[in-house]
């Protein structure tokens, strides 16, 4: 959802369908920038940087932000990152198979902890909104995508710093 936020309010070109993943790309602000959403299983989803990865002046400490929902947090809430391990997600864990590395910025997205009784996580993040969470998501779109730019202007320490509380 935040992708497509992003796509608007940036007015980038809709995604179109590449390797791995559904990308576009633009300028924001003087900065080229690539939105990608992989196409894959979550547990997979490292293999859509692959043509990333392949370009000599990729740095991911620097480059890349990947957007995550994260059941660890309320939801309704966000946290930046500038490194760290993937605490259990299997997409983090792919991402960092395939950088062989953790030093790389992610915007958690609180999704809130699995309701009792659902025995699948999978299910339950994969799942329809409710219409309160649906609430919930639609009120965090302008901050994150502010948290966003500014990460792309002055990198995750500033972004951490303005957006973490």
């Known amino acids: 959802m935040l992708l497509d936020h992003l796509v608007r309010r940036w007015r980038l070109p809709g995604f179109r369908r590449g390797e791995r993943a559904r990308d576009t790309e633009g300028e924001v602000g003087g900065a080229r920038v690539r939105l990608l959403k992989p196409t894959t299983y979550m547990n997979r ?22 957007l995550v929902d994260e ?47 659902l025995d699948d996580l999978s299910d339950y993040v994969l799942g329809e909104l409710t219409a309160e969470e649906g609430e919930l998501i639609d009120g965090l779109l302008d901050p994150m995508a502010e948290a966003v730019e500014c990460w792309l202007a002055e990198g995750i320490e500033r972004a951490m710093n303005q957006f973490n509380r």
């Not at 989803?45 to 990947?66: E, H, K, N, Q, T």
């Not at 939801?75 to 299997?90: I, P, T, V, W």
């Not at 198979?97 to 999704?111: H, S, T």
């Open 45 to 66: 989803s490292g293999a859509a940087l692959a043509s990333l990865r392949a370009r000599p002046d990729f740095d991911a400490s620097r480059d890349l932000l990947v």
């Open 71 to 117: 059941v660890a947090l309320p939801a309704g809430k966000f946290r930046l990152r500038g490194a760290g391990s993937a605490g259990g997600h299997n997409g983090l864990k792919s991402v960092e198979a395939a950088l062989q590395r953790q030093d790389y910025a992610r915007l958690r997205i609180g999704v809130g902890p699995k309701p009792a009784g």
